[in-house]
C-alpha cells in the first residue's frame, strides 16, 4: 500500500493509502453506500458507472469474492472504492477472490485508511461531489460533471436478445441492467423477453408489456428511452408498463413529469417505504441519486410508495391503467426481497 489522497471538488482531502497499482488521478462523484454487505453486487451494478463508492461499514472485503453468478453485471462499473478498513484477508468457503485483487483484474481503484464517517458527514451536507483518488503530488485542476456524461449507452446491451418461449411477449428497455432483474424476468414460463437496446423503437412490434430498468446517470439523458415509452403507452394504453429505479423516472418523464437530483441520494439495503393507502411497510434496497417530482405529477397519476425517511416519492401507479414503477430495486441483490411479490404483479398483468 503507498500514500494517496482522496480530493473532494469542495476542497476537502483525506489522506489514506491505495494498492501499489493504482497510479494517477482518478476521477468519479463521490457517493455512499450504506449497506453492511453486499459490496460485490453493489460494485458490480451498472447504475453506479462513473461514481466512487464509499462503503460506510467499517471492514469491507473480509468475505472475499464469490462467483460471476452472484454479481451484477460481468465486471466493475463503479469508478472506484473508498474504504476505512480493507481487510487483509478473506475467510469465506465461496470466495474464489480477495476484494483487492479483484479490483486490480479491472483496474478498479481503491484508496483505504479513510475516515468515512467524517466523509459521509462532508458528503450529507454538500450533497454528492465530484472528486478524485489521487496517487503522487499532481492534483485535479477540474472535475467532470457526472450529470453531464452519457453513461447509459456504455452498460445498455447493443442488439436485441430474445429468451423464453411462453406466449407472453414482453420488452425490456436495457439502460444497464442488473443482472438480478434479469434472472427473475426470465424466471417466468408463461413470457417470451426481447432484451432491447435503451434507444429502441418497439412500438411497431408485437408486445403484450415493457420493462424498463435500471441504469446510471441523470434521467434527463433518456429522452429518447421516455420519447418511446410515450409513444408506445398512447398506441397501446391497455398494455402493461413497469419501471424500476432509472425505468421509474423515465416513466415519470415519459407522462410529463419532472425529475430532480437528490442531494446525496439512496444508497442501502434498509431503507423504508410506504405503501401509500395502507399501514404497510417494507424494507428496500435502494441505488439511486434522482426522483421524481411529486407536485409534477398528472392528475390521473398517483404516489404508490413513499420513502419514510425523507417522503420522497418511491413509485407511481396510473389510476385506471396497468402501468406502475418503483424507485428500489425489488429484486434486491443485495438486500431484502419483501417486495419481490411486484414482478409476479406485473407478469399477471400481461
Not at 442531494?263 to 405503501?275: D, S, V
Not at 428500489?328 to 409476479?344: I, K, Q, R, S
Request: glycine share 8%.
Amino acid at each position: 500500500m503507498v500514500p494517496a489522497k482522496l480530493v473532494l471538488k469542495t476542497g476537502e482531502v483525506f489522506e489514506g493509502k491505495s494498492p501499489s497499482w493504482v497510479k494517477g488521478i482518478n476521477f468519479g462523484e463521490i457517493v455512499f453506500n450504506t449497506g453492511m454487505v453486499g459490496y460485490t453486487e453493489v460494485l458490480t451494478d451498472p447504475s453506479y458507472k462513473g461514481q466512487i463508492v464509499c462503503f460506510t461499514y467499517p471492514m469491507i472485503g473480509n468475505y472475499g469474492v464469490e462467483s460471476q453468478n452472484h454479481w451484477e453485471s460481468d465486471r466493475i462499473h463503479a469508478a472506484g472504492i473508498i474504504v476505512s478498513e480493507l481487510a487483509p484477508f478473506y475467510a469465506r468457503a465461496q470466495g474464489e477472490s480477495s476484494l483487492k485483487d479483484w479490483c486490480q483484474k479491472y483496474n478498479t481503484p481503491i484508496i483505504a485508511d479513510i475516515d468515512t464517517r467524517a466523509l459521509t458527514k462532508v458528503l450529507r451536507h454538500h450533497g454528492v461531489v465530484a472528486g478524485a483518488i489521487v496517487i503522487g503530488k499532481d492534483m485535479p485542476k477540474s472535475y467532470p460533471d457526472i450529470s453531464e456524461l452519457d453513461l447509459i449507452p456504455e452498460v445498455s446491451v447493443d442488439k436485441p436478445l430474445e429468451v423464453g418461449k411462453g406466449k407472453k411477449k414482453l420488452i425490456a428497455v436495457d439502460c444497464g441492467m442488473k443482472a438480478n432483474i434479469w434472472r427473475y424476468l426470465c424466471a417466468y414460463d408463461d413470457i417470451s423477453i426481447k432484451r432491447v437496446p435503451h434507444d429502441y423503437d418497439y412500438t411497431a412490434e408485437e408486445y403484450d408489456g415493457v420493462f424498463i430498468s435500471n441504469g446510471p446517470g441523470d434521467p434527463l439523458r433518456c429522452n429518447k428511452t421516455a420519447d418511446i415509452l410515450q409513444k408506445s403507452m398512447q398506441q397501446h394504453p391497455e398494455k402493461p408498463v413497469f419501471g424500476i429505479c432509472l425505468g421509474a423516472q423515465i416513466m415519470g418523464m415519459s407522462i410529463g413529469a419532472k425529475t430532480y437530483k437528490l442531494k446525496f441520494g439512496h444508497r442501502a439495503q434498509n431503507h423504508p417505504c410506504l405503501l401509500e393507502g395502507t399501514d404497510r411497510s417494507y424494507l428496500t434496497s435502494q441505488n439511486h441519486g434522482f426522483a421524481v417530482d411529486e407536485q409534477s405529477i398528472p392528475t390521473d397519476w398517483e404516489v404508490w410508495f413513499r420513502n419514510l425517511n425523507d417522503n420522497t416519492v418511491q413509485g407511481l401507479k396510473h389510476k385506471t391503467k396497468p402501468y406502475s414503477s418503483v424507485q428500489f430495486h425489488p429484486e434486491a441483490g443485495p438486500g431484502p426481497v419483501d417486495t419481490v411479490w411486484l414482478f409476479d404483479r406485473f407478469v399477471e398483468q400481461l
